[in-house]
Antibody, heavy 117, light 107 residues
Framework: LQMQESGPGVVKPSETLSLTCTVSGDSIRGSPYFWGWIRQSPGRGLEWIGRLSHSGGTDCNAALQSRATLKMDTSKNQFFLHLTSVTAADTALYYC??????????WGQGTLVAVSS | DIQMTQSPSSLSASVGDSVTITCRASQSVASNLHWHHQKPGKAPRLLIYTVSSLQTGVPSNFSGSGFGTDFTLTINSLQPEDFGTYYCQQTDSSPFNFGPGTTVDIK
């Protein structure tokens, strides 16, 4: 299983951060696994963002105050994170993860996102 | 939200030593407690799930115990590749918070 995050690297304050996770070695369509995002920053440590199932059901961290949206494109074996109204507090290393239920059992390499004007 | 704490925040130990890391939850998480290991510049990797079950490929010198609010990770006969940071995580209730980490340095 390989999971690779991709994204813009830098996002301006108040704009939307969009990340893609491309999965190879497993099909997200019909998979018993969930797919999700976790971020890591020096100030906040590891922070759970959310997860989604192959059927489209999602479960996000309420602390993000509904700014996070998770979606997937099973035809491309990809899933996505959209985080609106970003601030400097959203600067972090973002990991996509595969989850067995609620437990992340496989992590991508991570992609660094900086919020800066 | 359930808050996770770990102690110590860091430690140094020699190859062959035994090391114990403690994780505490602000309320009971039953057995929904897991450990991840992160080496510098790398993504975390699942080490132990549901308190004491070793992930595939994890050597048997790792062990976990506990229930409810208090948990321990023990590394017997520490090896050079065991350096890095260890994080506990609860999946009892959302958000599935992590502890702040314990960094293990090899003397």
């Amino acid at each position: 299983l390989q999971m690779q995050e991709s994204g813009p690297g830098v996002v301006k304050p108040s704009e939307t951060l969009s990340l893609t996770c491309t999965v190879s070695g497993d099909s997200i369509r019909g998979s018993p696994y969930f797919w999700g995002w976790i971020r890591q920053s020096p100030g906040r440590g590891l922070e759970w963002i959310g997860r989604l199932s192959h059927s489209g059901g999602t479960d996000c961290n309420a602390a993000l105050q509904s700014r996070a949206t998770l979606k997937m494109d099973t035809s491309k074996n990809q899933f996505f994170l959209h985080l609106t109204s970003v601030t400097a507090a959203d600067t972090a290393l973002y990991y996509c993860v595969r989850l067995l239920g609620k437990l992340p059992d496989h992590w991508g390499q991570g992609t660094l996102v900086a919020v800066s004007s | 939200d359930i808050q996770m704490t770990q102690s110590p925040s860091s430690l140094s130990a020699s190859v062959g030593d035994s090391v114990t890391i403690t994780c505490r939850a602000s309320q009971s998480v039953a057995s929904n407690l897991h450990w991840h290991h992160q080496k510098p510049g790398k993504a975390p990797r699942l080490l132990i799930y549901t308190v004491s079950s070793l992930q595939t490929g994890v050597p048997s010198n790792f062990s976990g115990s506990g229930f409810g609010t208090d948990f321990t990770l023990t590394i017997n006969s520490l090896q050079p590749e065991d350096f890095g940071t260890y994080y506990c995580q609860q999946t009892d209730s959302s958000p599935f918070n992590f502890g702040p980490g314990t960094t293990v340095d090899i003397k």
